[in-house]
């Protein structure tokens, strides 16, 4: 509704723009070729969500809209999320930060628990299973730790429960629920677990393994918890094992990082068809993807700013005169 009322307020200006952009860009286009091949975006989108902000080539909206706002797989919705508190959403998942430089962007993820019923006296598992396959982004393997709080809990992450190609695993034990063991800011298998995930995650299930449980040490620890979070956002206090602070901490969702590319072609290949090339600006440089195909845009040394935009890289006046002299 926001976005359509946006165009269609603004349709005038836009089209007077448009028209005056494509003429700059045929002139360009006879003196240097391959700087028109990718339509590049309208100066209308919308380029802010509520705190975040969204450069191109994320945008807000449909992917094959005619503004051009955003490259495939790239787009992202603006919800409210409640008050005005408009928030950026790649389908369900929320979008906290975008870092054109690192090829990277933070999203927020659910936490699984595992938690002891009194009534029903039996184990309730809660998880979630992130899917980003066929996205652009694939989950960060140096950025996060999967992180597993709790007292007696052996828990799996993995591309398919018991039978995927990529799994890992963590045990976190309290000496049978003796909580004074516990240590603030030290996660190394009593009360918290970290571990590494491997390259190349797309998508993953968290599950527990039942033969680790609670039913002995409720009233010390009656959840296990699991995630998986950005390494440098987590630091364990003895509190996550035994009640639910690290849920309700994090609020139920803890942020993570993942990397982006310009899925599937090298950056040879799409050299060679300038149509598809997303490196357009001069003074831009391209990097093969170091998690997934495809590859990632960036300004050359002593250039800053928007390397997927035509003209994005401004000259930094300082590293330039340094250079000269
Ligand atoms: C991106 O655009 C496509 C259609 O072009 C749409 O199906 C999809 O829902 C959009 N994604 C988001 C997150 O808005
Ligand atoms: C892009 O350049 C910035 C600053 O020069 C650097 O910090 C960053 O690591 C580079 N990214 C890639 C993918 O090379
Ligand atoms: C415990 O189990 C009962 C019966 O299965 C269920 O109704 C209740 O919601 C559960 N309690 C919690 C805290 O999940
Ligand atoms: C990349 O290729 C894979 C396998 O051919 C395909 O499933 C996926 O959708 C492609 N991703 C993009 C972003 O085009
Ligand atoms: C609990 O752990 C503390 C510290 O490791 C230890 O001194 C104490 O004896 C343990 N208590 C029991 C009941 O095991
Ligand atoms: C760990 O830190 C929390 C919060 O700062 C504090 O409440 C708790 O007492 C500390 N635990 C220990 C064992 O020092
Ligand atoms: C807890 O684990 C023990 C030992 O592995 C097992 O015998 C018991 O059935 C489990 N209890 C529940 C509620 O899963
Ligand atoms: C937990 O506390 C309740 C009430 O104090 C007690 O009846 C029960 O035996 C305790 N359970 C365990 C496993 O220690
Ligand atoms: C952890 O991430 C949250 C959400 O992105 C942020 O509000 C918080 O300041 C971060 N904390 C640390 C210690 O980095």
New binding site residues.
Partial sequence: MVLAKHIANSSMPSLRIARVLSLISAALAGILPALSALPQPSSNCQRKCGQVDIPYPFGIGSDDSPNHCTLPGFNLSCVDTGGHDYRPFYGNVEVVGIFLQKGQARMRMSISSYCYNTTSKDMDQDEWIPDLTGTPYAFSDTGNEFTVVGCSTLAYIGDEENVGKLTSGCVSTCQRGNVSALTNGTCSGIGCCQTAIPKGLQYFEVWFDQRFNTS????TSRCSYAALVEASNFTFSTSYATSPAFYDTYSGQTPLLVDWAIRNETCEKAQSRPGLYACVSSNSQCFNSINGPGYVCNCSEGFQGNPYLVEGCKGNESAYMNRLR
């Fill in positions: 002995e040490i409720y009233n």
